[in-house]
């Protein structure tokens, strides 16, 4: 009886021993999955920076962007005026001689040709705006950019 009292005892210290063993493993797989969680954390934590810091940069460009738009709007406003206006010089000049109207026309040319310049560039930008805006309208970074808009306020 004490044999097996014995051998009880030492069964009992066996898996005793196997169940601390079975313990300390799941204490470190649940502390390495800890730590994944706060790695994983802060890698999302430093995406979201970077990606709020990309998008403010993009709304600096876009701010930019929309400035140059309107200035560019504005000289083709006047280049539209100081066309009517060399037209009108033409005609005018066209009843003084040939000699005007060879003047007036090369001005013309080299304001049309200045505003077609001005045109394609304005062209240019208000397709790169374009672009821009559907970046930005886009579902995936429509919070980030009330987000930003928000803070800029």
């Known amino acids: 009886m004490v044999k097996a009292a014995q051998e009880g005892a030492e069964q009992l210290e066996k898996e005793k021993a196997v169940f601390e063993k079975l313990k300390q493993t799941e204490r470190w797989a649940a502390s390495a999955g800890l730590e994944q969680v706060r790695i994983l954390t802060k890698l999302l934590s430093d995406e979201r920076k970077l990606w709020k810091e990309s998008c403010a940069r993009e709304n600096e460009k876009l701010f930019h962007v929309r400035q140059e738009l309107n200035t560019l709007k504005a000289a083709n406003a006047s280049l539209v005026k100081e066309k009517a206006a060399v037209e009108a010089s033409a005609k005018e000049a066209k009843t003084r001689g040939a000699t005007t109207l060879k003047e007036a026309k090369a001005h013309a040319a080299?304001?049309?040709?200045?505003?077609?310049?001005?045109?394609?560039?304005?062209?240019?930008?208000?397709?790169?705006?374009?672009?821009?805006?559907?970046?930005?309208d886009a579902p995936e970074n429509a919070t980030a950019v009330a987000e930003m808009n928000e803070r800029a306020r």
Do not use: F, G, P, S
């Open 110 to 136: 080299k304001v049309l040709a200045d505003a077609d310049a001005d045109r394609t560039k304005l062209n240019k930008v208000v397709e790169e705006l374009q672009i821009m805006e559907t970046i930005l």
